[in-house]
C-alpha cells in the first residue's frame, strides 16, 4: 500500500515536470542558422550576451519540418519572401518560379535545398525575425530582463546627473 502511494507520488511529478517544460518550450526561442553565415553567429553571439535561453539548429542538418515551416509562414508578414532568397545563386540554379510551387512543393524543396533559406531565422510562439538586426532581435529578450536592463540604464542616468 505505501509503496502504490510512493509510485503515485513519482508518477504525478513526472507528469507535472513533464507538463511545464511542455509549456516551457512554447516560449522558447528557436534560432535556425548556418554555422558558416556571419550573421547567424552574430545572432548567436548576441542570444548568448543577453542569457537568452534558445535551441539552436544547423539548418543545413535539419531543416525546418512541415510544421515548423508552417508555423513560420504564418509568423511572416510577406510569406515565402520573407524566408526564401530568391536573389541567391543556389535559388537562381534551381530555375524554379516560387509562384508556381504548392506550400507542401516548398517544403519539400526546403528539405532538399535548405541554403535556399535566408538566415538566421529566429521565432518563438508569436514572433519571427529574418536575419540578424540588432534593435529587432530585442524583441525575444524575455520581459523581466529588459526591465532590468531599464532600470540599470535610468540609474545609470541618475548617477551621470548627480555628478554633473
Same mark, same amino acid.
Given at each position: @500500500?505505501?509503496? !502504490? $502511494?510512493?509510485?503515485?507520488?513519482?508518477? =504525478?511529478?513526472?507528469v507535472i515536470g513533464r507538463v511545464s517544460q511542455m509549456k516551457g518550450d512554447k516560449k522558447m526561442i528557436i534560432i535556425y542558422l548556418s554555422p558558416s553565415c556571419t550573421s547567424c553567429r552574430k545572432a548567436h553571439a548576441w542570444l548568448?550576451?543577453? !542569457? =537568452?535561453?534558445?535551441? %539552436? $539548429? +544547423?539548418? @543545413?542538418? +535539419?531543416?525546418?519540418? &512541415?510544421? %515548423?515551416? &508552417?508555423k513560420m509562414m504564418a509568423l511572416t508578414v510577406s510569406g515565402t519572401d520573407e524566408i526564401i532568397s530568391t536573389?541567391?545563386?543556389a535559388f537562381q540554379k534551381l530555375g524554379i518560379d516560387i509562384n508556381d510551387l504548392s506550400l507542401h512543393e516548398l517544403h519539400d524543396l526546403i528539405q532538399e535545398h535548405p541554403e535556399i533559406l535566408r538566415k538566421p531565422i529566429i521565432m518563438?510562439? $508569436?514572433?519571427?525575425?529574418?536575419?540578424y538586426n540588432e534593435s529587432e532581435i530585442r524583441q525575444f529578450v524575455p520581459k523581466r530582463i $529588459?526591465?532590468?536592463q531599464l532600470n540599470k540604464a535610468q540609474a545609470m542616468i541618475? !548617477?551621470? %546627473?548627480?555628478? =554633473?
Open positions: @500500500m505505501h509503496f !502504490n $502511494r510512493i509510485f503515485i507520488i513519482i508518477v =504525478v511529478i513526472f548568448e550576451e543577453y !542569457n =537568452v535561453p534558445f535551441i %539552436e $539548429r +544547423n539548418i @543545413m542538418k +535539419n531543416p525546418p519540418t &512541415q510544421l %515548423e515551416f &508552417q536573389r541567391s545563386k518563438d510562439q $508569436r514572433r519571427i525575425q529574418i536575419g $529588459r526591465r532590468k541618475a !548617477n551621470f %546627473e548627480g555628478t =554633473v
